[in-house]
């Protein structure tokens, strides 16, 4: 059974500051990991998708890495915002065209002034 | 761009009574699912749905819930006799190749 454990549980960092958050999962047969922002009492936003064949993936100050088989990625956020402000999700799929997300239980960021 | 429309954003019912939770999914996906984050824990996984059919579900779906694709554009979660523990915020998704997901139905179960 798929688990996904993501550290720091929270995280708080000064405005402009660069930060990575870890996600690592149990099982390396996925199909594709994505990270996701959740805003509270909201929905979740895609911010980026990295398929198993990938290294890597890049969106403006975000950076997402993909290691298989070591079962880890991370989200890198360069230059802090507030409004950066918000739970991150890892999710991997596993191999399959309908398989089902397992989702880690999120690192909750909060960026100061 | 495109998205995951859900409907209601709340819901609050009385134990025993059934609710139906709707979503219209973005238009050239195949893909459908629901997810549910009761509060402070994990988004889970419910079902999924492709071809017209449920291909895969979770422990948690049992006979109280169901699922339906009753025209082109909907989709629909039917919790026939809900529970306490059903209070939670429920996700609509689809996927193409990347899941989108809906902004959620927070049901209160009273």
């Known amino acids: 059974k798929q688990e996904v454990t993501q550290i720091p549980a929270a995280l708080s960092v000064p405005e402009g500051e660069n930060l990575v958050l870890n996600c690592s999962f149990t099982?390396?047969?996925?199909?594709?990991l994505q990270w996701f922002r959740q805003d509270p009492g909201k929905g979740l936003t895609s911010l980026l998708l990295i398929q198993s064949s990938q290294r890597e993936q890049t969106s403006g100050r975000l950076n997402a890495s993909l290691d298989k088989s070591s079962g880890r990625s991370t989200l890198y956020i360069a230059a802090s915002q507030p409004g950066d402000s918000a739970t991150y999700l890892c999710?991997?799929?596993?191999?399959?065209?309908?398989?089902?997300?397992?989702f880690g239980t999120g690192t909750r960021l909060q960026v100061t002034l | 761009e495109p998205e995951v429309t859900q409907t209601p954003s709340h819901q609050v019912t009385q134990m025993g009574q059934e609710v139906i939770l709707r979503c219209v999914p973005i238009?050239?996906?195949?893909?459908f699912y629901w997810y549910r984050q009761i509060l402070g824990q994990k988004v889970e996984f419910l079902v999924s749905f492709y071809n017209n059919e449920i291909s895969e579900k979770s422990e948690i779906f049992d006979d109280q819930f169901s699922v339906e694709r009753p025209d082109g554009s909907n989709f629909t979660l039917k919790i026939r006799s809900t529970k306490l523990e059903d209070s939670a915020m429920y996700f609509c998704a689809s996927k193409l190749e990347k899941l989108f997901f809906g902004s959620g139905t927070q049901l209160s179960v009273l």
């Open positions: 099982d390396s047969a996925i199909y594709n």
């Open positions: 238009s050239n996906h195949l893909y």
């Open positions: 999710a991997v799929m596993r191999a399959g065209t309908a398989s089902k997300l397992t």
